[in-house]
């Protein structure tokens, strides 16, 4: 190091997140639309009393923590993610998992 130059320290902030990457693209039409509603959500609309009657059920990107970096690619927290893929493993739908580190 030369001796103007400062040797500069940084704290930083970092959140433990794991990314998953998984893969239904091949696969059977019933795992891609169960992955899909994990993921995303499902809204029903049933009739009750003559009226119809919207029921909404939040998924997994509805979670605080829980960002869809692109197609078929999350980031979680760690126990969001332990849930997700435990579910994945149980369709055998492929999937890759990574712990990193986000800014925070």
């Known amino acids: 190091m030369k001796p103007d130059e ?4 940084e704290n930083v902030t970092a959140l ?5 990457s998984f ?4 696969r059977r039409r ?6 899909h509603r994990f993921v995303f959500g499902r809204e029903v ?3 009750v009393g003559g009226r119809e009657k919207r029921y909404r059920y939040p998924g997994l990107i509805h ?11 999350l980031i979680l927290r760690e126990k969001d993610a332990e849930e997700f893929t435990t ?3 149980k369709l055998r739908v492929p999937f890759h998992r ?3 580190w986000v800014e925070g």
């Open 6 to 9: 400062e040797d500069i320290r």
């Open 16 to 20: 433990r997140r794991v990314l998953v």
């Open 23 to 26: 893969d239904v693209h091949h």
């Open 30 to 35: 019933t795992e891609t639309t169960l992955v």
């Open 45 to 47: 609309t049933m009739k």
């Open 63 to 73: 979670r605080p923590g829980v960002e869809r970096l692109g197609q078929s690619v």
């Open 87 to 89: 579910f994945l493993a």
């Open 98 to 100: 990574e712990k990193v």
